[in-house]
């Protein structure tokens, strides 16, 4: 391999740039922001005393945890999980647990934090691994909930959620669209032409 082909950059793909200039944006930062404080306040009365461990999903929950936590003014620890169904395809599969927590969960309140509530099934599967390890009480909280039939062995609802969306495909605030697009300043809604085409 050459020196060029070595530090040749990897080329962010056209349609990338295409999938952004034609989405539409659903929710501004502002508003969310107002929705996140409205997440902190819910959890501060529920879990202030219960000393829990929030347990983020990565990659999707990393903003949702990031803006919650100088919100919540209680003791609390926070660890993180490798799960996922989507591995860049806009279309779920089987689920594979990358990375499991560090912490030891038993007799612990668990808050597992996510980017959203779609069919369910990461989420029941994780809430499922936590009570297998040991957890006293599970929480689930995502920033938006899909508003569409979960799954048949998905989990219903989220203890605390933030936005609720129809059944688009989104983006932006940690949710991702072929792996990019997490840093968007706001949620965005793709295009028709692009709801279904998977990298």
Same mark, same amino acid.
């Given at each position: 391999?050459?020196?060029? &082909? ?11 740039? =295409?999938?952004? *200039? ?10 969310? &922001? +107002?929705?996140?404080?409205?997440? /902190?306040? /819910?959890? *501060?009365?529920?879990? #202030? ?16 945890? %990031? ?11 926070? +660890? ?7 591995? %860049?395809?806009?279309? %779920?599969? +089987?689920?594979?647990? @990358?990375? &499991? ?17 779609? !069919? ?6 994780? @809430?499922?691994?936590?009570? =297998?390890?040991? /957890?006293? =009480? ?7 909930? @899909? ?5 048949? /062995? %998905?989990? @219903?609802? #989220? +203890?605390? *959620?933030?936005?609720?969306?129809? !059944? ?15 840093? #968007? ?5 793709? $295009?028709? &032409?692009? =709801?279904?085409? $998977?990298?």
């Amino acid at each position: 391999m050459s020196d060029t &082909e070595q530090h040749a950059e990897i080329q962010v793909p056209d349609h990338i740039y =295409e999938v952004f *200039s034609k989405s539409r944006c659903l929710y501004t930062r502002s508003y969310i &922001e +107002d929705a996140i404080d409205k997440m /902190a306040t /819910a959890m *501060s009365y529920k879990l #202030a005393t219960k000393n829990p461990v929030f347990v983020c999903v990565l990659v999707g929950g990393i903003m949702t945890l %990031g803006n919650l936590l100088p919100r919540l003014n209680f003791p609390l620890q926070v +660890d993180y999980i490798h799960a996922t169904r989507y591995r %860049g395809d806009m279309i %779920g599969k +089987d689920l594979q647990i @990358k990375s &499991e927590p560090q912490m030891d969960l038993k007799n612990r309140t668990v808050v597992i934090v996510d980017d959203i509530l779609d !069919d369910g099934i990461t989420l029941h599967a994780i @809430k499922d691994y936590c009570k =297998e390890k040991g /957890a006293r =009480e599970v929480y689930t909280a995502v920033l938006v909930d @899909k508003d569409h039939p979960r799954h048949k /062995a %998905g989990l @219903k609802n #989220a +203890d605390f *959620s933030g936005l609720i969306v129809d !059944d688009h495909f989104i983006f932006g605030y940690g949710m991702d669209y072929s792996n990019y697009l997490r840093n #968007a300043p706001g949620i965005y809604v793709v $295009a028709p &032409e692009h =709801e279904t085409i $998977a990298d």
